[in-house]
């Protein structure tokens, strides 16, 4: 079946610009996660969705970043004036509610490139 | 969540086990051992978890010490295309905790 997808899968921007990215996760699952992975590190929590409600964004690293699911399905990040610092692969996960082990499903993320 | 440690690089040969390991010596009772993998220019994607008990998939098996300090992530018979980054994850599912907090994770290098 379908597995999660993210678009575009590559971004180029200049500094200052905003940009948005978007995840379709896979069909019926409750939760959906975008992380933020730099050069040679792991991935980083931004924030996490049950449904439409967003219940951590403790991980979005500042007000420039925001991220919204208005019907429980597809989401997008977007980012505000855009700065050097944010070039990095952005990771889209989405998880079935009820599975006992709450196994995430990843994109194969977006790259993001401020020049 | 409790943190893991793991090597920043092991090397194998292609059709040999290859064993990872991971120390988590601050794990609590109700954390979860899981382990994902992420190969080159995809996301992560899980192996295997395990509680106390070890465990196998057609993956990949998980020994876990007998005190939960250690973990072993065991690759039967290595691929080229396990070659990846290995990531070792205590997660607290009592306690309803959702993120992922990775590491730095182990490097796999396959030789064929």
């Known amino acids: 079946g379908a597995g999660v997808s993210q678009s575009p899968r590559y971004k180029v921007a200049k500094r200052g610009q905003d940009v948005a990215l978007r995840c379709d996760p896979i069909?019926?699952?409750?939760?959906l996660f975008w992380y933020q992975q730099a050069l040679g590190q792991g991935p980083e929590f931004l924030t996490y969705?049950?449904?439409?409600?967003?219940?951590?964004k403790s991980g979005l690293p500042s007000d420039r970043f925001f991220a919204e699911r208005p019907e429980g399905s597809v989401s997008t990040l977007k980012i505000q004036r855009t700065q050097q610092e944010d070039s990095a692969v952005y990771l889209c996960?989405?998880?079935?509610?009820?599975?006992?082990?709450?196994?995430?499903?990843f994109g194969p993320g977006t790259r993001l490139t401020v020049l | 969540d409790a943190k893991t440690t793991q090597p920043n690089s092991m090397e194998s040969n292609e059709e040999e086990p290859v064993h990872l390991p991971c120390n988590h010596s601050?794990?609590?009772?109700?954390?979860?051992i899981h382990w994902y993998r992420q190969l080159p220019s995809q996301g992560p994607e899980y192996v295997i978890h395990?509680?106390?008990s070890n465990v196998n998939n057609r993956m990949a098996s998980l020994a876990i010490a007998e005190d939960r300090k250690s973990s072993t992530l065991i690759l039967h018979r290595a691929t080229l295309r396990d070659a990846a980054v290995y990531y070792c994850?205590?997660?607290?599912?009592?306690?309803?905790?959702?993120?992922?907090?990775f590491g730095q994770g182990t490097r796999l290098t396959i030789n064929p």
């Open positions: 601050t794990i609590s009772g109700t954390d979860y």
């Open positions: 994850i205590l997660r607290d599912l009592i306690q309803g905790a959702q993120k992922l907090v």
């Open positions: 069909s019926g699952h409750v939760s």
């Open positions: 969705f049950q449904n439409e409600a967003q219940l951590d």
């Open positions: 996960a989405s998880s079935p509610w009820r599975e006992v082990h709450n196994e995430q499903f």
């Open positions: 395990g509680l106390t």
